[in-house]
T-cell receptor, first 115, second 113 residues
Framework: AQKVTQAQTEISVVEKEDVTLDCVYE???????LFWYKQPPSGELVFLIR??????QNEISGRYSWNFQKSTSSFNFTITASQVVDSAVYFC????????????FGKGTMLLVSP | KAGVTQTPRYLIKTRGQQVTLSCSPI?????VSWYQQTPGQGLQFLFE???????NKGNFPGRFSGRQFSNSRSEMNVSTLELGDSALYLC????????????FGPGTRLTVT
């Protein structure tokens, strides 16, 4: 069965600090998809990124970067120079090839960025 | 393009009652999925509808059901409400086929008293 673990329940940082959110996944499929979503206090899940299991290239989008390592089954998310607006709950999720429409989520990491 | 909309945004019901939640997907999206979010269990998949057919179902009792209409709008129904059904119910849509990103609505906050 698939599983996503986000061991960090809550992280507090001061503005401009860099922060990394950890995500470890388990799956028996060789083809799978990994996602990160952001949930601000309003409740809506905002899509951030999707990664295919066959593409281990790291990705950078502005202050956001993602490190995908199949060898350690990890898909970590780094925010550089954090801002107060980054405060939210961040979810890592996994879908397998057969059930690609179904997301399995981690428990989420609450990020608090103080001024 | 307008995003995923859900109505109502907030709902208070009494144990034993039933409730219907509505979701309108992004225009052109044919797949609608429902998720339940609770503090204890986190985000859990309920079911997915595509072209009016249920394609996948999560591990929830039969009290939870849904349907999708020809315009892709979807409804979710919970009968005989229990206190444990209090949750944020999130709807997500995607175009269909091999498109993997799901776009979520703001959710319906259901409180069962």
């Amino acid at each position: 069965a698939q599983k996503v673990t986000q061991a960090q329940t809550e992280i507090s940082v001061v503005e401009k600090e860099d922060v990394t959110l950890d995500c470890v996944y388990e799956t028996r499929d060789t083809t799978y998809y990994l996602f990160w979503y952001k949930q601000p206090p309003s409740g809506e899940l905002v899509f951030l990124i999707r990664r295919n299991s066959f593409d281990e290239q790291n990705e950078i989008s502005g202050r956001y970067s993602w490190n995908f390592q199949k060898s350690t089954s990890s898909f970590n998310f780094t925010i550089t120079a954090s801002q107060v607006v980054d405060s939210a709950v961040y979810f890592c999720a996994l879908s397998e090839e057969a059930g690609y429409s179904t997301l399995t989520f981690g428990k989420g990491t609450m990020l608090l960025v103080s001024p | 393009k307008a995003g995923v909309t859900q109505t109502p945004r907030y709902l208070i019901k009494t144990r034993g009652q039933q409730v219907t939640l509505s979701c309108s997907p992004i225009s052109g999206h044919r797949s609608v999925s429902w998720y339940q979010q609770t503090p204890g269990q986190g985000l859990q998949f309920l079911f997915e509808y595509f072209s009016e057919t249920q394609r996948n179902k999560g591990n929830f009792p039969g009290r939870f059901s849904g349907r999708q209409f020809s315009n892709s709008r979807s409804e979710m129904n919970v009968s005989t409400l229990e206190l444990g059904d209090s949750a944020l119910y999130l709807c997500a849509s995607r175009p269909g086929g091999r498109s993997y990103e799901q776009y979520f609505g703001p959710g319906t906050r259901l409180t069962v008293t």
